[in-house]
């Protein structure tokens, strides 16, 4: 157990100190983290609910920052190029997030095609049902991509890396509002880049 935590705190380290350099990208990150946790909470009253919160909100918000706002280029602090943390990237890197992505905007032809999905849900009549169909979709689509992460990782790293890494991707939302719940504070005094984003007190 102490080595299945030690593991996850390195993979969290890693995960700041070379993805969380801009104060952009650590607020929508917030907005993104805050989204989960109430998605996580609708999760028991409606599943299709937390799934749009999710996707629309949360994971929206959180890759915004990642595409849009986190330098790409070479990092001096942690002596890495864009495209080697790209490489080492034990989760989805940028290449795997836009494929993610692109089938999740895409997958609700899949309801105009096929309503029913194979009869896994009541096809819809209204736009309301449509959305709420779309919802299940999205659910099953999000359990998917993590699954479909965690069993590669199984084989290409080892089973202790494809779990730890799982459980960090459920418990992100939590860590990151600790992490950066101050991020909108100081980007509204005008710090663009957190100047600790690599230093040892934010281990």
């Known amino acids: 157990m102490n080595g299945f935590i030690e593991h996850l705190r390195?993979?969290?380290?890693?995960?700041h100190r070379y993805y969380h350099h801009s104060r952009i990208n650590q607020s929508l990150h917030l907005?993104?983290?805050?989204?989960?946790?109430?998605?996580?909470?609708m999760m028991f009253r409606d599943p299709a609910v937390?799934?749009?919160?999710?996707?629309?909100?949360?994971m929206t918000s959180r890759q915004v920052g990642h595409l849009f706002f986190e330098p790409k280029g070479y990092d001096v602090v942690n002596q890495a190029t864009h495209e080697?943390?790209?490489?080492?990237k034990?989760?989805?890197?940028?290449?795997?997030?836009?494929?993610l992505m692109s089938v999740w905007a895409l997958s609700p032809l899949l309801l105009l095609l096929d309503p029913a999905l194979l009869g896994a849900v009541e096809p819809h009549r209204t736009l309301g049902e449509f959305l709420r169909n779309t919802g299940y979709l999205w659910l099953a689509l999000?359990?998917?991509?993590l699954l479909c992460r965690m069993v590669q990782l199984f084989i290409i790293r080892d089973v202790r890396t494809g779990l730890v890494w799982a459980v960090k991707i459920l418990t992100d939302p939590f860590h990151d509002i600790k992490l950066y719940h101050k991020a909108p504070t100081h980007l509204?005094?005008?710090?663009?880049?957190?100047?600790?984003?690599?230093?040892?007190?934010?281990r």
């Open 10 to 15: 390195e993979q969290r380290w890693d995960d």
């Open 142 to 145: 999000g359990l998917g991509g």
């Open 31 to 41: 907005l993104s983290a805050i989204s989960f946790v109430v998605a996580y909470i």
């Open 90 to 99: 034990i989760g989805y890197n940028l290449h795997r997030k836009i494929l």
């Open 50 to 58: 937390a799934a749009l919160i999710g996707w629309l909100v949360a």
């Open 188 to 202: 509204l005094r005008g710090e663009l880049m957190d100047p600790s984003a690599a230093g040892k007190h934010a």
């Open 84 to 88: 080697h943390k790209e490489e080492i």
